[in-house]
Nanobody, 127 residues
Framework: EVQLQASGGGSVQPGGSLRLSCAAS????????IGWFRQAPGKEREGVSC????????YYADSVKGRFTISSDNAKNTVYLQMNSLKPEDTAVYYC????????????????????WGQGTLVTVSS
């Protein structure tokens, strides 16, 4: 059974940083792409970032490029999302998700065809 456990959310002031973690189990981690999407109240779901566990290829939404960094620790079956320079518009519930296979660089082939996702973690950016 595929399980994805997100953690690391919290409250932070604008300009601050948080690191989210996604611990994965129940599947061959190296075969999958793991990523994050978010959903804010009253807004549509937005794909944020994803990474191929096999070769490290990444995708970032334009809204987070230069501020967020995704990384993978294959020894720990864990993916991280380092979020810097946070803005109020980053406030949302963040979910980690998995997809196999993933066409590198294509957001729709990941976020439009998720195989699994876990419970979210809330990120609040407010002064």
């Amino acid at each position: 059974e595929v399980q994805l456990q997100a953690s690391g959310g919290g409250s932070v002031q604008p300009g601050g940083s948080l690191r989210l973690s996604c611990a994965a189990s129940g599947f061959t981690f190296d075969d999958y792409a793991i990523g994050w999407f978010r959903q804010a109240p009253g807004k549509e779901r937005e794909g944020v970032s994803c990474i191929s566990s096999s070769d490290g290829s990444t995708y970032y939404a334009d809204s987070v490029k230069g501020r967020f960094t995704i990384s993978s620790d294959n020894a720990k079956n864990t993916v991280y999302l380092q979020m810097n320079s946070l803005k109020p518009e980053d406030t949302a519930v963040y979910y980690c998700a998995a997809r196999y296979p993933w066409s590198r660089g294509s957001s729709s082939s990941f976020f439009g065809a998720l195989d699994a996702w876990g419970q979210g973690t809330l990120v609040t950016v407010s002064s």
